[in-house]
Structures are given as C-alpha cells and as structure tokens.
C-alpha cells in the first residue's frame, strides 16, 4: 500500500524575481534624476531666459535715452543710433551672453524700428536666444513735457485761477466772471468768462469814473450777451532813424484799430493812450500800466516813478458767426497824421515772429497779416509806427535783460501798411 505524497509549497523569493525587481528599481531611479537634471536644466534657462530678457530691455531704453535729434559732442543724439553688438558676463562669469541690436528705417515718420537679440548657450551646450521688438520715435525731448499738458478743450488756468485768456487788469466779481473797462473814462465794459475766457457781455451805460477796479455786477447796467473773442495789442512809435523797435516810446498821437471780419456781426474796438510807472504798495515794488494823464492823487496812491513809456493799448471784440472762429484783419486808423511812404507820413509795422518756424508767420499767435479760423483769444498783437520812408526793423529773438538765460522776446517786425 502506497503512502500518498504531500505537495511542498515555495518559501522565499526566487533568484530571477529578485533580478526583475532589481531591474524595475534601478529604471526608477534613472527616471527619477534624469527628470531632477531636466528640472535644474529648466531652471538654469528660464533664470537665463529672464537676465536675457532685462539685457535687451536695458538696451531699448538706452536707446530712448538720447537728449538731442542731430548728432552733437557730448549729448547723446536720436541720428546717432545705430546696429550694435555687445557681449555681457554674468553670474560670476557663469553665463556668457551676446547682445545684438538691429537698427532699419521704420515705416513711421521721425522713428526707427529696433530689433534688440540677446543669446546665450545654456548648461547643455544648447543654443538659446530672447528676441524684443521696439519702435523708437524720433521725438525732441524737450517737448516731452506736452503728454503732461491739459486737453486741448480744456482750458489753461492762469495766476490768478482764471483762463490764461482773461486779460490780467480784469477785475474777478465772484460770480464765474470777469470786468474790464478797455478805457479807463469810457462806458464800455466787457465781460469775461473765467473758465474759457470768450467775452460774454459788452456792457453800455458804466460810469465813467469808476475804475476796473471799482466794478461790481451791479454797476454794469444793460449789457449784450453775444459771445465773443478778445484781440489786443499795443501800438508803439518810434521816430529815430533807424526805427528802435526795442525802446519805442515816443508820445503816441491819436489814432483807433479797425478790424475787418468777414461773415460775422460787426466788432467792437476801443484804445487808450498809456504809460507804465513804478510804484510801492504793500506787496512790493510793481511796474503798473495808467492811463497817460493819470497822476497818482487819481488812482489812490502817494506817489510813483514814471519809466518813460508811452503806447496806445488797444482791445478789440469778434463774434463769430455760431460762435466758431472768425477771419479778418486789424489795421490802424490814424487822426491828424497819415500813413504812407513819404517823409511826412508814417509806416505802421507788426511785431510778428515765426514762432513754429515755417518760415512765414502765417499762424494766428505769430501776427500774420490777415487771420485765418481764429477760435480764441489773441494778445500782445502789437503794433510798431515809424517814420514813412523808413524800413520796418528786423530782428530776432535777444534775452530779455535781468531774466534767466532762457527767457526770450523776439523784436522783429514786419511792414503791415501801407
């Protein structure tokens, strides 16, 4: 009789499971520092990438950095700019990166498109390249300061927080607006809006002998409201030969302005011989525009220096057809003297100046000899009488004595009649 047998099971592990095991380990761990490689790679490029990045853009901004348009020693010059290549180590000498700039001739006006490439070979020995794209514009920076301006519509506000186009002799009544008596013992008074500084009102009826300055709401009686623009000026004469346009004062002889507007209502002008004096007042010494035959007993003051000079200042008032802009010319009309070319007659002359250098003064703030689509105020449109057969002066733009050295008045003129 047979015993039958008991199968055995298997104890431990074999030698080729343990192999296998070993082996799946072992490609684990290889994954597993190859990804740690990777991820130090990465790293090591995408700090690279950023150092790249702040390369090129210190190279765009040093090329926004010019203070000049044309080329001039020791300035940094917008012609000056040009394709470059540079080379920058860092991370202690660790990364060695080439900075390349491109510079073509952009589409755009006054501007140069820049292509600025920073490259480098990362830890792998691969290649590696961070490309930025700018437009630089060829923008004088001394006009930068304009981005920082008002809106054009909205208007500037002047020393005394009125609109610049309110004269300053206008007396504020508090109430949004502005009085000005063009003569100092006329009837006539003008009303100015402080906000846009357009004439709001012509008032008839004033007292004579209240000064601007003595003006409130009530006393202006009745007034038109139709909506107007200020020009004024001075008118200078001058009899020496040749004409001195800088120190003009000969006594003025009687005279008006005329201003011709086409397709608006009439205009309104009124002028006044007057003189400056310089007196004291409780803030400071101050050089005040009078009336010629002012004395101080008639303006409230003890007593004042008289400087010598003498014009005729003038206010004139457009309206404008819809209130937009008007066109026309101001001329002078003189009373007991005649203008013309002859030995006994005179020249009248307009101080204009080429103030956006064009090479005409066409515009309107440059005194042309007609204006064209003027749509707000207009003063220092002056005027230069000479004797008639001499020559308008010319000049140019000279610093005016004891300001600062960028401080300029252009004295120039040009023949305006006959």
């Given amino acids: 009789m047979r015993t039958p047998s008991i199968p055995r099971r298997q104890r431990g592990t074999s030698l080729l499971e343990a192999l296998v095991a070993f082996l799946v380990l072992s490609l684990g761990m290889l994954t597993v520092a190859r990804v740690q490689t990777q991820l130090r790679l990465n790293a090591d ?41 540079r080379s920058v180590d860092t991370d202690a000498g660790a990364t060695h990166y080439t900075v390349a700039r491109q510079i073509d001739a952009a589409d755009a006006p006054h501007a140069k498109s820049a292509v600025v490439t920073v490259s480098w070979i990362d830890r792998s020995g691969g290649a590696q390249q961070v490309v930025l794209n700018s437009l ?42 502005s009085v000005l008596k063009p003569v100092s013992t006329g009837t006539d008074a003008l009303v100015f809006d ?27 009686g009745s007034c038109d409201t139709t909506v107007g623009q200020l020009l004024s000026g001075v008118v200078r004469f001058s009899s020496t030969a040749p004409p001195d346009a800088a120190h003009a004062n000969d006594l003025p002889p009687a005279l008006s302005i005329a201003l011709a507007v086409g397709g608006s209502a009439a205009p309104w002008c009124a002028s006044e011989a007057m003189k400056t004096v ?9 050089v005040d525009a009078v009336p010629l035959a002012a004395t101080p007993a008639s303006l409230g003051v003890a007593s004042w220096t008289d400087t010598g000079e003498r014009f005729v200042a ?3 008032v457009a309206y404008p057809t819809g209130g937009a802009a008007w066109s026309g010319r101001a001329t002078v009309v003189p009373s007991g003297w005649t203008i013309g070319s002859g030995p006994t007659d005179r020249r009248v002359c307009r101080y204009s100046s080429d103030l956006d250098g064009n090479g005409t003064a066409s515009a309107n703030l440059e005194h042309p000899a007609d204006y064209a689509g003027v749509a707000a105020a207009l003063a220092h449109q002056n005027f230069l009488v000479v004797g008639g057969t001499e020559t308008c002066p010319a000049g140019s733009a000279v610093q005016v004595a004891g300001s600062s050295a960028d401080v300029f008045v252009d004295r120039g003129t040009v023949a305006h009649q006959p």
Avoid at 169 to 175: E, P, R, S, T
Avoid at 196 to 204: L, R
Avoid at 208 to 220: E, I, V
Avoid at 278 to 285: F, M
Wanted: proline share 4%; glycine share 10%; aromatic share 2%.
């Fill in 45 to 85: 490029v995408a700090r690279q990438r950023s150092e790249a990045v702040r390369l090129a853009q210190e190279d765009l901004e040093t090329l926004r950095d010019f203070a000049v348009i044309a080329v001039a020693a020791g300035a940094r010059a917008y012609d000056a700019i040009a394709s470059a290549s």
């Fill in 136 to 177: 630089i514009a060829g923008v004088d920076p001394a006009i930068s300061g304009a981005l920082g301006l008002a809106r054009g519509t909205t208007p500037l506000t002047g020393p005394l927080g009125r609109s610049i186009r309110v004269p300053l002799a206008a007396k504020n009544l508090g109430n949004g607006t």
């Fill in 194 to 220: 402080n906000t846009s500084g357009v004439v709001t009102g012509h008032c008839s009826g004033v007292n004579p002998a209240s000064a601007t300055r003595d003006l409130s709401a009530a006393d202006l």
């Fill in 278 to 286: 310089a007196l004291s007042s409780a803030s400071g010494l101050r």
């Fill in 314 to 316: 003038y206010h004139c």
